[in-house]
């Protein structure tokens, strides 16, 4: 039977996966060991057949057996993942941060794809595809009703392979050619000077040559002989690979320095990584940028950086990822992606915010508490703590936007209105000058009359409540009409939160036009101007006397 065959072949795959994860069991002896896994393979094996052979609906076998590798997995933790040969690829460009095609992020809207953000020096951009164009048929083949995965695939392609678009812009259609190329999503989006001498990098991903990305940057850097500090920029970063992150830290600490050891059940493969080229700069002040979003190789960095007092961390606490993950081939094309590993920054201490190892019976898994955490020393004496991510030496509050902001974002109505004013507007100043006239945001707020970007305050929901209770009580007709009143006069409050929180929203429009004009670049040299992180980098960085009495005991 063709589904035994398969029920075979996915066993095998199967077994493969729950040998490596039942290790992770240890304190039997070797044949007791053996009999549990053999006896649980079997135990799998029969009930995947009675499934099959006597469920009341067709299965698939194949769906069927990915749903119980994707189960078994998630009960280990967030990180170990089984790849189909399908997905291989995606993953593949997670690592690489290459493909083929016409270098542009999409979103859906509608009933159509758009261009979201074409990148700059790409087909997209030198096609002059803008955000906001729908993309209407690829090939003489419509894209109507197609998600972002399937026109993807259609945008995707060979290098130099023509790829024939129409189009639609401001109601218009027009027919756009390009020609695929080979796109590398660089790990460092931009670098430049904040100001006359304070540089800064930002660093977004850990994917193949992230280092180099970060030394060519600061050797570009160093051209401008006024250069006296530099900021790293981390924040938002997810992490990647472990190699790049001690190559990142190269850049700024001498060779052969401790930079992560990993440590794990097999004990052959415990290492210690080291720095092994020549860096680019020992002595120019570092700030490093952390914010709750920056994990894993992200947290190697600045905690190598701070256990090694060669910079100052600024920001919000990391995330605290202490895990390592190494990727293992099976069958069919197929790989894993386990934790293998935990890794050590240079002072000792494993940032791992979360114990998998000791589950709740709800499957919930708990911070480590301050009372467990345990104090280690920087190269210069100053303490620092293992298990919860990377503490700042410079701690700032996490700056959040307004309910009315966030709803005007979430609806993309920033996007929209920016998308109109590109078509209004051939040219901008710079980023850096770009500023909303008082007439362009009487516009705005005319462009929202007619749009929904309704949004729950805390006090409404509580009014909900409360309504709910009324009615649940019998009490609801006696005081609807003040119920009434209420929700009126909280909805005109609402109508009022825009010009309430127009300098918070007028910034976030002045960045959305900017991105459009310059792409991302222009975002970032705009965001230099009202970034706070940044402007406390700066401080830091202009007094040298602060700046030592952070990094002593």
Request: hydrophobic share 35%; aromatic share 10%.
């Amino acid at each position: 039977m063709n589904w035994y065959k398969t029920l075979n072949r996915k066993v095998k795959t199967a077994l493969m996966v729950v040998l490596i994860a039942a290790a992770t069991f240890g304190s039997f002896s070797f044949a007791d060991e053996y009999f549990e896994i053999s006896k649980n393979i079997e135990l799998f094996t029969s009930v995947y057949r009675e499934v099959h052979t006597y469920y009341v609906d067709e299965v698939e076998p194949g769906k069927l057996m990915r749903t119980g590798i994707d189960a078994m997995l998630e009960s280990l933790d967030p990180y170990t993942s089984f790849y189909s040969e399908a997905e291989t690829e995606e993953y593949r460009f997670q690592i690489t941060g290459q493909y083929g095609g016409i270098g542009a992020t999409i979103s859906l809207k509608g009933d159509y794809v758009i261009i979201n953000e074409p990148y700059e020096g790409f087909p997209a951009a030198k096609a002059d595809l803008r955000p906001g164009d729908q993309l209407i048929s690829a090939n003489g083949k419509s894209l109507k009703g197609l998600n972002t995965e399937e026109v993807s695939k259609v945008l995707k392609g060979t290098p130099n392979t023509d790829l024939k678009l129409v189009i639609k812009r401001h109601g218009k259609e027009m027919d756009k050619t390009l020609v695929r190329e080979k796109i590398h999503v660089n790990n460092v989006p931009y670098y430049g000077m904040v100001n006359e001498n304070t540089g800064y990098i930002s660093l977004q991903n850990f994917r193949n040559d992230a280092g180099k990305e970060v030394a060519n940057a600061l050797i570009e850097l160093k051209n401008n002989n006024k250069l006296t500090s530099v900021i790293l920029d981390l924040r938002g970063n997810p992490g990647g690979l472990l190699m790049e992150a001690i190559n990142v830290v190269n850049v700024f600490v001498p060779k052969n320095q401790l930079v992560v050891s990993t440590r794990g059940k097999v004990k052959e493969q415990d290492r210690e990584y080291r720095t092994l080229n020549n860096p680019v700069d020992l002595e120019i002040p570092v700030v490093v940028l952390t914010s709750r979003g920056s994990a894993s190789a992200s947290e190697i960095v600045s905690g190598t950086i701070q256990d090694l007092d060669r910079g100052v961390v600024l920001g919000q606490r990391t995330f605290g990822k202490g895990l390592v993950q190494s990727t293992r081939p099976l069958n069919y094309g197929t790989q894993i992606k386990l934790t293998t590993q935990k890794y050590y920054t240079p002072s000792g201490r494993c940032i791992q915010a979360l114990d998998y190892s000791k589950k709740a019976e709800d499957g919930s898994v708990e911070s480590v508490p301050d009372s467990l955490k345990k104090a280690f020393k920087t190269k210069g004496g100053r303490t620092v703590y293992d298990g919860g991510g990377i503490d700042p030496d410079v701690k700032k509050d996490i700056k959040y936007l307004s309910k009315i902001t966030t709803s005007l974002l979430y609806k993309n109505l920033l996007f929209d209105f920016a998308v109109e004013y590109r078509g209004r507007h051939e040219q901008i100043a710079t980023a850096r000058d770009f500023k909303l006239s008082e007439d362009e945001w009487n516009n705005f707020v005319k462009f929202l009359e007619d749009k929904d970007y309704a949004y729950q305050t805390e006090t409404e929901k509580e009014l909900e409540q409360l309504e709910a209770k009324a009615k649940k009580e019998g009490y609801y007709d006696a005081i609807k009409d003040n119920f009434k009143g209420l929700t009126e006069q909280l909805n005109h409050d609402k109508n009022a939160d825009v010009t309430k929180n127009k300098a918070e929203i007028k910034e976030m429009i002045e960045q959305e036009i900017v991105r459009h004009y310059y792409h991302r670049k222009g975002r970032f040299e705009y965001s230099f101007i009202n970034d706070e992180e940044i402007k406390s980098a700066i401080e830091v960085l202009n007094d040298q006397n602060r700046y030592s009495k952070l990094l002593k005991p």
